[in-house]
C-alpha cells in the first residue's frame, strides 16, 4: 500500500517519536523524526513507579468520537500522564478525522500478518494529545477511508470484525517495530479485545510481550462484536478455540467474550455495573462467563474533565458561578428560558434533559407520563437530543402542544448542552440500565439536582437527599412510568415546600469530586497490581533479575 506524507500544518501540539529501535529494512517504522515534547519534570507529579501504558481504543476525542468512551481515553490519559506514566494511545487513522486540524506525521509502514497468508502494509502516523502524550494513528484505506466509524446511514459495516481484527493484530505488530513494549496494554470493549486475545495465543517464547500485562474496560456489555465464525481463519485462530468457553457464541464469534476470557484483568466504568453484569438481566448473556472471572473484575467510575465541565471557568455559559455564589446559575436559567422560549420566572423550576432519545435511556417511560405531568404540574421541561425517529417526532409535538412551558433541540450543540447543565434545576435521567452515566455527574457539578432512575453509575454517584442529608438528588427503583411520575412530583413538591432541602441537594453536589484524577489514581492502582502479577508467573521474586523493574517491589 503506497503512502504519502500528510502535509504539515501549524498548531500548538507538539509531537513525539516513540522510542524504540528502527529496522535496518526500507519498509519497517522509521525513526528520523525528532521527538513529541516530554511533559516537564515540574509538572509532573511524583510516582514511585514509572509504567508504560497502552491506550488502545476505536474512538478518541477530539479526533474520532462517537459516544463516551471517546472522552474516557483522552482524559484518562492525560491524567495518566500527570502521574507521572509513560502513556500513547492508538487508533485506527479513519477518513473522518479533520487532518487539517491536527499536525500529524507520517512514521512508516509495516507489514500486518494475518491469517489465511494475508499481508496488509500498514501505515503509521503521529500526533499528540494535550501536547504531549503520543497518539499513533493507523493507516489502511480498504478498512479505515469510509464515512462512518462502525456504520453508515445504510447499517453496521459488514466486515467490522476484520475491520478492528486487523488494527489488533497491527497494534501489537506496531509496537515490536518501535521497540516500546508496554507493561500494560489497556484495551476498550469489543473492537479491540483482541488484543487481549493476540497476547495470549502468540508463541511465548518468541513474544515480546510475554511480561506485558492486558486490561479490558468494558463501556456498555450489550455491543458484543458478534460475526460469523467464517472470520476466524482470517484473524489467525484456531478452529479448536471455537468452542463456548471462549469465542463461540449460538454458532457466531463474540469478540467481546474471548477478550473477557483473555485478559488478564477486567474493568467497567463504575462499581454498580460491575455487579449487574454478573446477574442475568444485566450481563446481556455474558454473565456466566463473567461469573468465572468475578476475582478478576472491577468497576471504576469514569472522570469528568474539569477544565470543560465546570461552572467557574466555563466559557460556553452566559455567566460563571460556584458553590460560594450562585447568581450565576440564576442568570443562566434566565438566559436558558429566553434561548428556548420558555416563560420567564425564577420561581418556576426547569427540568433539563441532554441524552440519546433510546429505549435505553427510559425516553419510552418518560413519554408515557410527560404529557400529564406538563398539564398538571407546575414546571417547564428542556431537552437537547437525538436518536429514534419516534421520539424526536415526539418532542417535537410535545413542544408545540406546550409552547413556553416545553421546549425541544433535537440534534446536538456543546453550548446548548452546557446551557442546560447551568441554567436547569433538575436534571432527568430515567435510564432503564447506565454502565457509567456522564449527566448525572455533570448535573451535581453544575449545582442541577438529578432526579434519576438507581442503576449502574448512577448509584454509585448519586445519594437520594430524602433519605441521607449528603444526598445529592432523587432516585427511583422500578424501571416504571408510574414510578417516574412519582419521583417527579416528589421533586416539584420538595421545590414548592422545603427549598432548603433542594438548597442542601445542590450544595452537597457542587461539593462532590469527579475529576478524573480520582479515577486515574484508581486505575494506576490496579495496573501496578496486574503487572506485579504477571511478572510473579513469569519468574519468582527476584529483585536482581533485570526482566523485573526494582521500582516494582517495595
Request: aromatic fraction near 10%.
Amino acid at each position: 500500500m503506497a503512502l504519502a506524507s500528510p502535509k504539515r500544518k501549524t498548531t500548538t501540539a507538539t509531537k513525539k517519536t516513540a522510542k524504540g529501535t528502527s529496522s535496518k529494512k526500507a519498509t519497517a517504522l522509521q525513526k528520523d523524526q525528532q521527538p513529541v515534547k516530554e511533559l516537564e519534570k515540574e509538572e509532573r507529579k511524583e510516582t514511585k513507579i514509572r509504567l508504560k501504558i497502552l491506550l488502545i481504543a476505536s474512538e478518541c476525542s477530539p479526533f474520532a468520537k462517537v459516544g463516551g468512551l471517546a472522552d474516557m481515553i483522552f482524559s484518562l490519559s492525560r491524567s495518566l500522564a500527570k502521574l507521572g506514566h509513560d502513556v500513547k494511545v492508538i487508533i485506527p487513522f479513519y477518513s473522518v478525522i479533520d487532518k487539517s486540524l491536527y499536525n500529524i506525521r507520517f512514521l512508516g509502514s509495516a507489514c500486518v500478518h494475518m491469517g489465511c497468508n494475508c499481508e496488509h502494509w500498514i501505515g503509521l502516523h503521529e500526533t499528540s494529545l494535550d501536547g504531549n502524550i503520543p497518539l499513533w494513528l493507523v493507516e489502511y484505506a480498504d478498512y479505515f477511508n469510509r464515512r462512518g466509524i462502525y456504520d453508515e446511514p445504510g447499517g453496521e459495516y459488514k466486515d467490522n470484525a476484520y475491520r478492528f481484527g486487523m488494527f489488533s493484530k497491527a497494534v501489537l505488530e506496531i509496537c515490536k517495530e518501535m521497540g516500546w513494549i508496554p507493561d500494560v496494554f489497556h484495551v476498550n470493549d469489543w473492537q479491540t479485545s483482541l488484543v487481549s486475545v493476540f497476547l495470549k495465543i502468540w508463541p511465548n517464547l518468541l513474544s515480546p510481550f510475554k511480561k506485558s500485562a492486558s486490561l479490558l474496560t468494558i463501556h456498555n456489555i450489550c455491543y458484543q462484536g458478534k460475526y460469523d465464525a467464517m472470520v476466524l481463519p482470517y484473524l489467525g485462530i484456531d478452529w479448536k478455540l471455537f468452542t463456548a468457553d471462549t469465542f463461540e457464541d449460538y454458532g457466531q464469534i463474540n469478540l467481546l467474550k474471548a477478550g473477557i476470557v483473555y485478559s488478564d484483568f477486567i474493568t467497567t466504568v463504575s462499581p454498580t455495573y460491575a455487579k449487574e453484569i454478573l446477574e442475568p438481566i444485566g450481563g446481556a448473556g455474558l454473565s456466566e462467563i463473567l461469573r468465572k472471572r468475578a476475582d478478576t473484575l472491577m468497576g471504576i467510575l469514569n472522570g469528568v474533565d474539569m477544565e470543560v465541565w465546570n461552572p467557574k471557568i466555563d466559557p460556553l455559559i452566559p455567566a460563571n458561578y460556584d458553590k460560594t455564589d450562585l447568581k450565576g446559575k440564576r442568570l443562566c436559567k434566565e438566559a436558558l428560558q429566553e434561548k428556548f422560549g420558555l416563560q420567564k420566572s425564577t420561581n418556576v423550576p426547569i427540568v433539563g434533559m441532554v441524552t440519546r432519545l433510546h429505549v435505553q435511556k427510559g425516553i419510552s417511560l418518560l413519554k408515557s407520563i410527560l404529557r400529564e405531568a406538563l398539564a398538571t404540574e407546575d414546571f417547564q421541561f428542556v431537552l437537547l437530543g437525538e436518536g429514534e425517529k419516534e421520539f424526536e417526532d415526539f418532542f417535537r409535538r410535545l413542544s408545540m402542544e406546550f409552547s413556553g412551558k416545553a421546549a425541544s433541540f433535537i440534534g446536538f450543540s456543546e453550548e446548548l448542552a452546557h446551557l442546560i447543565f447551568a441554567g436547569s434545576d433538575f436534571f432527568l435521567m430515567p435510564s432503564l440500565y447506565e454502565p457509567c452515566g456522564l449527566g448525572q455527574l455533570y448535573a451535581q457539578i453544575y449545582g442541577t439536582v438529578p432526579i434519576a432512575r438507581a442503576t449502574g453509575g448512577i448509584v454509585d454517584s448519586v445519594l437520594d437527599i430524602r433519605q441521607d442529608p449528603s444526598g445529592t438528588g432523587l432516585l427511583f427503583h422500578q424501571p416504571e412510568a408510574s414510578a417516574l411520575l412519582e419521583v417527579l412530583k416528589t421533586a416539584l413538591d420538595l421545590w414548592k415546600n422545603d427549598p432548603p432541602l433542594i438548597q442542601t441537594a445542590r450544595i452537597n453536589g457542587m461539593r462532590k469530586n469527579f475529576s478524573w484524577e480520582e479515577s486515574a489514581k484508581k486505575y494506576e492502582e490496579l495496573y501496578i497490581r496486574i503487572v506485579q502479577k504477571k511478572y510473579s508467573s513469569i519468574t519468582a521474586h527476584n529483585p536482581h533479575n533485570p526482566y523485573l523493574p526494582a521500582s516494582l517491589f517495595p
